[in-house]
């Protein structure tokens, strides 16, 4: 079935670093792909998004490439902030599935 | 504003009680669902709706019911068959399912058994 494997945290940078959270799936015909970002206490906010293969999302600075031939769509940016502190879910929508599967989550700290 | 509503933001359940969940969308979305979130475990499903009057069990469906007699609502109710609902619910929804769409969140109920 459809799955998701993300990096497992917790993953603390310091302000300014650059930034890597991995995400591999497993899934038949081309599921579109999701990153999420939930903030203390709140719901999951769409971060950015990829339908189809070699297609890249990208938003607040944060990039993230379908990559079919490596099942993969690793969350990167290239200089985080503060306020980047949050858990950042991979999800994936499988070709006619009525469902996302999510990751388990990676919380990220930047400290100043 | 369009979005998805959650109520209460905290609940507190003695054991034993039944409670029931809020979620309403003014989206239009057809396909609404409903998440648990425990710390450590990502998102499991619960529940989730295509369409009014149909719903379908997800991976962790025991103990808890839902009905959709509404498009834009979706309530979840926590029974007393549930032996460990302490944790966080979210509510989502989607255009449709079977597309390529994303979900749409609610902000979280957060359920305490006392």
């Keep these: ?112 | 504003d369009g979005g998805i509503t959650q109520s209460p933001k905290y609940l507190f359940r003695k054991e034993g009680q039944n409670v029931t969940l809020s979620c309403e969308q003014n989206l239009n979305h057809d396909a609404m669902y409903w998440y648990r979130q425990d710390p450590g475990q990502g998102l499991r499903l619960i529940y989730y709706s295509q369409i009014v009057n149909d719903f379908q069990k997800g991976d962790i469906a025991e103990g808890y019911s839902v009905s959709r007699e509404k498009k834009e609502s979706f309530p979840l109710t926590v029974t007393s068959a549930q032996k460990n609902p302490t944790a966080f619910y979210l509510c989502a929804s989607s255009i449709g399912a079977g597309g390529k769409g994303e979900a749409f969140f609610g902000q979280g109920t957060r359920l305490t058994v006392v």
């Design chain 1, 1 to 112: 079935g459809d799955s998701v494997t993300q990096m497992e945290g917790p993953v603390t940078l310091s302000e300014e670093a650059f930034l890597t959270i991995n995400c591999t799936y497993t899934a038949t015909g081309y599921p579109s792909l999701f990153w999420y970002v939930q903030y203390p206490g709140e719901g999951l906010q769409l971060l950015l998004k990829a339908t189809k293969a070699d297609d890249k999302g990208s938003n607040k600075g944060f990039e993230a490439t379908y990559r079919k031939e490596t099942t993969s769509f690793h969350l990167e940016k290239g200089s985080v902030q503060v306020s980047d502190s949050a858990v950042y879910f991979c999800a994936l929508r499988g070709t006619g599935a009525n469902n996302l599967f999510f990751g388990t989550g990676t919380r990220l700290t930047v400290i100043p």
